[in-house]
Nanobody
């Protein structure tokens, strides 16, 4: 049974930082894409960042480029999202997700919310101005 368990959410002031972690158990990395998604109240779930665990290729939404960094520790089976320079518009429930195919010759894992087969329960991030 695959389990993805997020941690690290919380409340910070604008300009602050948070580090989200996602511990994966029972996952065999058959499709190699993992990522972070978020959903704010009244909005659709959106992809934030993703990584091809087989080669490290990363993808970021334009709204977080230069501020967020995704990484994967294969030994610990942990997905990390380092979030810096946080803005109030980053406030949302953040979800870890896994198991979808990369596309293209460079192995990009586009974070389409309809693609992952496994989801965590989410961790809340609140950024105050």
């Amino acid at each position: 049974q695959v389990q993805l368990v997020e941690s690290g959410g919380g409340s910070v002031q604008a300009g602050g930082s948070l580090r989200l972690s996602c511990a994966a158990s029972g996952y065999t990395y058959s499709r190699n894409c993992m990522g972070w998604f978020r959903q704010a109240p009244g909005k659709e779930r959106e992809g934030v960042a993703s990584i091809y665990t087989g080669g490290g290729v990363t993808y970021y939404a334009d709204s977080v480029k230069g501020r967020f960094t995704i990484s994967h520790d294969s030994a610990k089976k942990t997905l990390i999202l380092q979030m810096n320079s946080l803005k109030p518009e980053d406030t949302a429930m953040y979800y870890c997700a896994a198991d979808w195919w990369a596309v293209g010759s460079d192995g990009t894992c586009y974070p389409d919310p309809g693609s992952p087969n496994y989801w965590g329960q989410g961790t809340q991030v609140t950024v105050s101005s």
